[in-house]
């Protein structure tokens, strides 16, 4: 089953703009991961806020992690035309199996 | 070198063939990962593999048969593929019992059944 789903599904900013991107989750997890997916490859891991954090900066990336609501949000500060891409949230949970669910994604568009 | 590589990338073949996607890793990780990518970006995790030994199925059709000859190897056959089975196919890896790493992934394999 679905754990994550994300809000907005796309989103288009204008280059310099902050991006925000939420992520909801329904099940305790261990941490929660953000990657990225530029059209045609493969995903790259951008940050990973463990369970017991609520805050986490990366350059220009921020995630907050909120586990009363079980939600996340990922802020890219001064987009560029480069961050053009889909963009993901991961739960891991480790519960005897060891398990990376994902969320349905944002699609990202940058205009310069 | 290339952390985990999946071959082919591009796989184009008739429905009801068998084919199969390779994937290795050369991380030392315990925990391998399959999933799958539908047009939509959704992706759905297949299968998970700890130490070659299979730990989740989500409810994948007996078609697709994952196999593990070593820890550092995850092939995926897949038999009578149906039209369905398009989709873009990702190998992961991650250390196993690790709540602070993240997961690391292949280019992925395009598969199209016509």
């Known amino acids: 089953s679905q754990q994550g789903e994300e809000d907005p599904q796309a989103l288009s900013i204008q280059e310099g703009e902050n991006a925000t991107m939420n992520c909801s989750y329904k099940?305790?997890?261990?941490?929660l991961q953000w990657y990225r997916q530029n059209s045609g490859r493969g995903l790259v891991h951008l940050i990973l806020?463990?369970?017991?954090?609520r805050e986490k900066h990366s350059g220009r990336l921020r995630v907050t992690l909120d586990t009363s609501k079980k939600s996340s949000s990922l802020l890219i500060t001064a987009s560029r035309a480069a961050d053009t891409a889909s963009y993901f949230c991961?739960?891991?949970?480790?519960?005897?199996?060891?398990?990376?669910?994902f969320g349905q994604g944002t699609r990202l568009t940058i205009n310069p | 070198d290339t952390a985990v590589s999946q071959t082919p990338k591009y796989l184009v073949t008739q429905m009801g063939n068998d084919k199969s996607i390779k994937c290795e890793q050369n991380?030392?990780?315990?925990?391998m990962y399959w999933y799958k990518q539908d047009s939509k970006k959704f992706l759905k995790i297949m299968f998970s593999?700890?130490?070659?030994?299979?730990?989740i199925n989500e409810t994948v059709p007996n078609r697709f048969s994952p196999k593990s000859p070593d820890k550092a190897h995850l092939n995926l056959h897949i038999n009578s593929l149906e039209l369905g089975d398009s989709a873009v196919y990702f190998c992961?890896?991650?250390?196993?019992?690790?709540?602070?790493?993240?997961?690391?992934f292949g280019q992925g394999t395009r598969l199209t059944v016509v």
């Open positions: 991961a739960t891991l949970l480790i519960q005897g199996a060891q398990k990376l669910v």
């Open positions: 099940t305790s997890i261990n941490n």
């Open positions: 806020i463990r369970s017991n954090e």
């Open positions: 991380l030392g990780h315990d925990t």
């Open positions: 593999y700890n130490n070659k030994e299979l730990i």
């Open positions: 992961a890896s991650a250390p196993s019992g690790r709540w602070d790493t993240e997961a690391f």
